[in-house]
């Protein structure tokens, strides 16, 4: 009967989570006791899902447990089935009762971008909250794969795993103290950078960033000097409003009202600004309308 089918398939998968919680422990003791159940009744729930499984998945011995090789394949699918229901209940609920939409984004890239499509966006989806994340490049892309967020809003990265749009591009142009000798230009030429002290973001932090930037001197023949590498936009304005170098942000970028940007001529090949999310995940309805939310903002 249907009824009694899905009791008996929500009973599995409550089992299924358990049997991955012994896994991952190691043991039916430890696991009772992070389920805050009794020893017994979780080794009652584990038979049961042995006999309905028709497999035997665990080898119990006087003191210790082991998975079997049938064990071994429940646990590694095990996971992936338990993580794709808990990230489809969570879309059916933003869907359902509104919810939140975490991003993760470079302030230095997206910030002006999110701007305009949040504005939008909660005009027409009031019930949902906006999260946002100023991370590293790199710890967006971990973010995305854990689910500590969904979308991310930065240079686009060759990442596998990963589903990317691009929204727009942007130049590489000078920032620099507005008490520089070059201050008061508008632009300047890109045989004036060859030799001078530069300051960066983190190549380990925002390896895209870097890469463009390496690509930069390579194109347009520059030996540059770096002079220090940085953690983020705020702890470089730091060191440029210090004097200690010149950096290289994105066209656009909100580095700090006592910094000035300056067009690069020549240029070279610009940066990609993309928006990604997780790549075996198909966006709900409330996130995709977002992305699109975004794509305007980039038109317009």
């Not at 017994?40 to 011995?61: C, H, N, T, V, Y």
């Not at 895209?208 to 304005?237: C, H, M, P, T």
């Not at 060191?239 to 200690?244: D, F, M």
Request: proline share 3%; aromatic share 6%; net charge positive.
């Amino acid at each position: 009967m249907p009824n009694g089918s899905a009791r008996s398939g929500a009973m599995q998968i409550r089992q299924l989570r358990y049997f991955i919680k012994v896994a991952e422990m190691g043991s039916i003791t430890a696991a009772a006791k992070e389920l805050r159940m009794t020893q017994p009744a979780l080794s009652r729930q584990i038979r049961a899902f042995e006999d309905e499984s028709g497999w035997s998945l665990l080898d119990r011995g006087a003191k210790s447990i082991r998975l079997t090789r049938a064990g071994q394949v429940v646990v590694k699918e095990g996971l992936t089935m338990v993580d794709a229901m808990d990230q489809g209940l969570a879309r059916m609920q933003r869907e359902i009762e509104g919810g939140v939409i975490r991003i993760g984004y470079a302030p230095s890239l997206g910030g002006n971008l999110l701007k305009k499509a949040m504005g939008c966006y909660i005009q027409r989806h009031p019930t949902v909250r906006i999260d946002l994340v100023d991370s590293s490049s790199e710890e967006m892309r971990k973010k995305i794969q854990t689910g500590e967020i969904d979308l991310m809003v930065g240079a686009k990265s060759d990442s596998s795993d990963m589903e990317w749009e691009v929204l727009l591009e942007k130049h590489l142009c000078l920032a620099l103290p507005k008490q520089h000798e070059w201050g008061k230009k508008r632009s300047i030429s890109s045989e004036l950078l060859d030799g001078r002290r530069v300051l960066l973001l983190s190549r380990h932090e925002y390896p895209e960033y870097f890469q463009g930037v390496s690509k930069f001197f390579r194109e347009l023949g520059i030996n540059a000097k770096v002079a220090g590498e940085f953690d983020g936009i705020e702890s470089l304005r730091v060191a440029l409003e210090a004097g200690i170098g010149i950096a290289l942000v994105a066209e656009g970028s909100s580095v700090g009202p006592d910094i000035n940007l300056l067009k690069i001529k020549p240029t070279a090949s610009p940066v990609e600004v993309a928006v990604g999310w997780r790549g075996d995940r198909a966006l709900d309805s409330m996130t995709a309308a977002f992305v699109e939310e975004l794509r305007q903002a980039a038109r317009a």
